[in-house]
């Protein structure tokens, strides 16, 4: 006897639905994970500009403080981390100076800027720069 029935049988239906399950899996985690990632460089833009904002302030010194915001000899490392808000979080900004470094008559710069995403790890943003006491603009 020869059966001329058409269609799927259930092994084939519950095949299927085991496949779509985990590719449907598949997609969630990613948006899960691009999410994640969207966020983080989010933040590290904000704090990048955070960053270069010190940077900037440092930049823009003279010899004398005649003819720029500060003076050079007033470029120090700070004390403690400076609380700043940055999307609606709080962040730290770190500001660490080393004398005489690389070359005699110029200052190594680094600023930090350090946040806490939404699992509790820390997440930072560092630049640094080399600063001579002798300015272009003197």
């Known amino acids: 006897m020869i059966s001329k ?3 799927f049988s259930l092994i ?73 808000s940055m999307a609606g979080m709080t962040v730290s900004r770190v500001v660490t100076v080393k004398d005489d470094t690389p070359v005699a008559g110029a200052k190594k710069i680094k600023v930090t800027v350090s946040w806490t995403d939404r699992w509790n790890n820390t997440q930072s943003v560092a630049l640094e720069t080399v600063i001579s006491k002798y300015s272009e603009f003197d």
Do not use: W
């Open 5 to 7: 029935s058409k269609g």
């Open 12 to 84: 084939e239906v519950l095949i299927s639905l085991v496949v779509l399950s985990v590719g449907v899996l598949g997609l969630v985690k990613l948006q899960t994970y691009m999410e994640v990632k969207s966020e983080n460089a989010l933040y590290s833009i904000d704090a990048l500009h955070l960053a270069e904002e010190k940077l900037e302030l440092f930049r823009t010194r003279s010899q004398s403080a005649a003819t720029g915001t500060m003076a050079y000899i007033d470029i120090k490392s700070s004390p403690s981390p400076e609380s700043l």
